[in-house]
């Protein structure tokens, strides 16, 4: 098998991890950043990208691109709108989750937009066009978390969430950065993961965990300049949020920087062999803070997969996604990086960024 290749063996199974879409952002500039990447996975794209399989994908959150204002039903509209550009795959082979711009207003039905338009459960059909019953491996859980199974594999799929121990928050603080979960997805989260040692598990947020992937550490999102003022970098700064811990899971159970996942994975090393995220755009060779988009840390890969959008957070963005091949019987997973504009490199496969994960347990079906 070449390094572009991805045709492989049937048996397989193709995931496509992509994240930060920015709808309405893009759209802004007449680039429909959703739909030119379903386009160019199933027929190839105007540069020269050619197309790949996949079998499901996961969406890693940030679907809205609303910044000092808050998600509506216009960009649900587009949101769906551009889904619906899928051929080859139906709507429900897209499995996604709530990122922080997908948040609602504090006074506001938590998540409501999210719920509407994207809707894993697909509770809101007349407005997302999601069939649960059309779904190709069934769901179990909530908006906020839920769970499915491919073979041996378990995803734990987390949401992000106003934190409501903050007075203000998100439209405020635009995307409000510092990943949030609350005390009951947490455990959950533990739950799922010791009931399950014979699993492969993979969990799914918006943010990475801190100093796990590139500028996830305190204060590597912003840029601090030599009058401590500061500026946007990856991320905006807004000084009456959390800036120091714009590029990580900040909030778990309103306890700020608490640790709490890191410390369950340290005492559990390997219980989760996969950790996929996005939040952070930027290009696949930065190493900011001496960490790069996939890295492992006790016993866990976690990997960064955004971002779709070319315009949100223009200082760093490049349209990037994932595709990991998983092959029955192995514990090897091909992860491959493709680049959705040629603004970078030329358009399609970048075989510098490919990499092979060991997992501790062999795929199977």
């Known amino acids: 098998m070449t390094s572009t290749d991805t045709?492989?063996?049937?048996?397989?199974?193709?995931?496509?991890?992509?994240?930060?879409?920015?709808?309405?952002?893009?759209?802004?500039?007449?680039?429909?950043?959703?739909?030119e990447a379903i386009n160019q996975s199933e027929f190839g794209g105007m540069d020269g990208g050619p197309p790949f399989e996949w079998d499901i994908a996961v969406d890693v959150g940030d679907m809205s691109g609303a910044h000092h204002t808050?998600?509506?039903?216009?960009?649900?509209?587009?949101?769906?709108?551009?889904?619906?550009?899928?051929?080859?795959?139906?709507?429900?082979?897209?499995?996604?989750?709530?990122?922080?711009h997908d948040r609602s207003g504090l006074s506001e039905p938590d998540a409501w937009w999210w719920q509407r338009w994207v809707d894993p459960l697909g509770q809101h059909t007349e407005h997302s066009g999601v069939d649960a019953n059309a779904r190709p491996y069934r769901i179990e859980g909530t908006w906020e978390r839920y769970s499915f199974r491919v073979g041996n594999i378990l995803f734990l799929m987390m949401s992000d969430r106003n934190e409501p121990s903050q007075l203000v928050g998100r439209g405020t603080l635009g995307g409000n950065p510092g990943g949030v979960v609350s005390a009951d997805t947490f455990e959950w989260w533990k739950t799922m993961i010791d009931e399950n040692h014979d699993s492969i598990v993979v969990s799914v947020h918006h943010y990475v965990l801190k100093n796990t992937t590139v500028a996830s550490g305190d204060w590597e999102g912003v840029r601090t300049d030599s009058d401590g003022n500061l500026h946007e970098l990856y991320h905006r700064p807004f000084r009456d949020g959390t800036p120091q811990g714009a590029s990580y899971l900040y909030w778990v159970g309103s306890n700020p920087d608490s640790g709490a996942f890191e410390n369950h994975l340290a005492s559990n090393p390997g219980a989760v062999q996969l950790w996929i995220a996005g939040h952070t755009h930027t290009n696949p060779d930065d190493s900011h803070g001496d960490k790069t988009h996939?890295?492992?840390?006790?016993?866990?890969?976690?990997?960064?997969?955004?971002?779709?959008?070319?315009?949100?957070?223009?200082?760093?963005?490049?349209p990037i996604s994932r595709l990991?091949?998983?092959?029955?019987?192995?514990?090897?997973?091909?992860?491959q990086c493709y680049l959705h504009t040629d603004q970078y490199a030329a358009q399609g496969w970048y075989p510098p960024a490919e990499r092979t994960l060991t997992l501790d347990t062999p795929f199977q079906w």
């Open 294 to 318: 996939i890295e492992r840390s006790w016993g866990t890969y976690f990997m960064n997969v955004a971002s779709l959008s070319r315009y949100h957070m223009p200082l760093t963005t490049l």
């Open 324 to 335: 990991l091949t998983f092959t029955p019987g192995s514990t090897e997973v091909r992860v």
């Open 7 to 35: 045709t492989g063996d049937p048996s397989q199974f193709r995931l496509w991890a992509f994240g930060d879409a920015h709808v309405g952002t893009d759209l802004k500039f007449g680039r429909e950043s959703l739909a």
């Open 70 to 100: 808050l998600p509506d039903d216009a960009e649900g509209a587009e949101v769906r709108r551009q889904f619906a550009t899928l051929q080859k795959h139906r709507r429900e082979d897209v499995y996604s989750i709530c990122g922080n």
